[in-house]
């Protein structure tokens, strides 16, 4: 996952981010920050737009930056994957083809 929106996040700093894959999943729209469509200019300029026209939105949205869950540190994520990939390899071991 994209380390800079962790970072912003676990700042209270909102992200504006494309609606694809784990960076979309990371920032809640409307919530913790906004997503445009990926590849479009127009999209992304309308959410910049926003926070110039709707006065309150950028001060919701740091709220709920700020409210955000602790990102896990990379280190806490590795651990994550190697019990992971341990546990698989284990089940295979164990695992006794006929």
Do not use: K, W
């Amino acid at each position: 996952s994209p380390a800079v929106i962790l970072e912003s996040l676990a700042a209270g700093t909102p992200v504006i981010t494309s609606n694809i894959g784990g960076m979309a999943e990371l920032v809640q729209d409307g919530v913790d920050g906004l997503h445009f469509a990926a590849g479009s200019a127009d999209s992304l300029a309308h959410q910049l737009q926003r926070l110039l026209d709707e006065p309150d939105l950028l001060a919701q949205l740091q709220r709920g930056a700020a409210a955000s869950p602790t990102p896990r540190s990379i280190d806490d994520e590795m651990n994550e994957l190697l019990a992971v990939y341990e546990r698989a390899i284990r089940s295979r071991a164990t695992c006794h083809v006929a």
